[in-house]
C-alpha cells in the first residue's frame, strides 16, 4: 500500500499570477465591518484575494484596480495607504535580508 500525499491548497497572486501555497502568499479579506485587511491567519470571513511577498506587487494592487476587481469594492484612500505600508514593510525586510 502506498503513502498517500497530503493536499497543500494552491492559490495565486492576482498581480504576478504566480501560484504557491496557500500559507506562502498573503491573503486579503473584504469585510463589511472592517473594510479590506490583512487576514495572517487565512480565516477571516469574507471576500479574500491573494498577493505574493513581492513588494511591486503590492505596488500594483494599491495603484491599479486589480485588487478592487478581485474583491469586487472601491478601495479607499486609508486602505491604499495600508497596501503601500505593507508593501514597503515586505521591500525593507528583503533589502535587510540581502
Same mark, same amino acid.
Given at each position: 500500500? !502506498?503513502?498517500?500525499?497530503?493536499? &497543500?491548497? /494552491?492559490? @495565486? %497572486? =492576482?498581480? %504576478?499570477?504566480? #501560484?504557491?501555497?496557500?500559507? #506562502?502568499? =498573503?491573503?486579503?479579506?473584504? &469585510? +463589511?465591518? /472592517?473594510?479590506?485587511?490583512?487576514?495572517?491567519?487565512?480565516?477571516?470571513?469574507?471576500?479574500? +484575494?491573494?498577493?505574493?511577498?513581492?513588494?511591486?506587487?503590492?505596488?500594483?494592487? +494599491?495603484? !491599479?484596480?486589480?485588487?478592487?476587481? +478581485?474583491?469586487? =469594492? &472601491?478601495? @479607499? /484612500?486609508?486602505?491604499?495607504?495600508?497596501?503601500?505600508?505593507?508593501?514597503?514593510?515586505?521591500? &525593507?525586510?528583503?533589502?535587510?535580508?540581502?
Amino acid at each position: 500500500m !502506498t503513502k498517500r500525499r497530503k493536499h &497543500s491548497p /494552491q492559490r @495565486t %497572486c =492576482i498581480v %504576478c499570477r504566480k #501560484t504557491a501555497g496557500k500559507r #506562502t502568499l =498573503i491573503r486579503l479579506v473584504r &469585510s +463589511a465591518e /472592517q473594510g479590506v485587511v490583512v487576514d495572517p491567519t487565512g480565516k477571516l470571513a469574507g471576500r479574500g +484575494a491573494y498577493l505574493c511577498d513581492n513588494p511591486t506587487c503590492w505596488d500594483d494592487a +494599491a495603484r !491599479t484596480g486589480v485588487l478592487e476587481k +478581485a474583491l469586487r =469594492i &472601491s478601495l @479607499t /484612500q486609508a486602505e491604499r495607504e495600508m497596501l503601500n505600508e505593507h508593501g514597503a514593510r515586505l521591500m &525593507s525586510r528583503t533589502e535587510s535580508e540581502e
